[in-house]
């Protein structure tokens, strides 16, 4: 579960990457960030690209207000905002199959992960 990390704008695609590292087939990834019924944020691209890729379903979704019962002012990030729930299934088997091979990045971060995933868990049969 995720709340208030999407939205913050310093993140990119690999935060989604590592969402889905850290669930089995079947699990829910469930993040809730803000919206807009106007625009799109960053994250609606990568969201619509795991989708149609079949990395994971989109299971239930949910918008609603933050801050709206603040009795005062509404004043800078304390402002009623419009935000939604996302509710994903993964869906895909072994994520490496949807690593391009020339991206590097993703390559990196993925092997360093699954080698310090390995490392973990030898240590702990030992």
Known sequence: ????LINNNH??????????????????IVFASR???MGT?????????MHDNGR???VATDTFFKYDKINQVSIGRFSKTPSKVFVFQ???EEIYTFVN???FKV?????????NDQEEETSNEQ
């Open 11 to 28: 993140m990119d695609y690999l935060l989604f990457e590592e969402m889905l590292l850290s669930v089995k087939k079947g699990g829910h």
């Open 41 to 49: 944020y960053w994250y609606d691209k990568i969201i619509k690209e």
């Open 56 to 58: 994971w379903k989109l």
């Open 101 to 103: 091979r020339y991206d």
């Open 35 to 37: 919206y807009s019924f």
């Open 107 to 115: 390559k990196a971060f993925l092997l360093n992960k699954f080698n």
């Open 1 to 4: 579960m995720c709340s208030g």
């Open 90 to 92: 993964k869906t895909q």
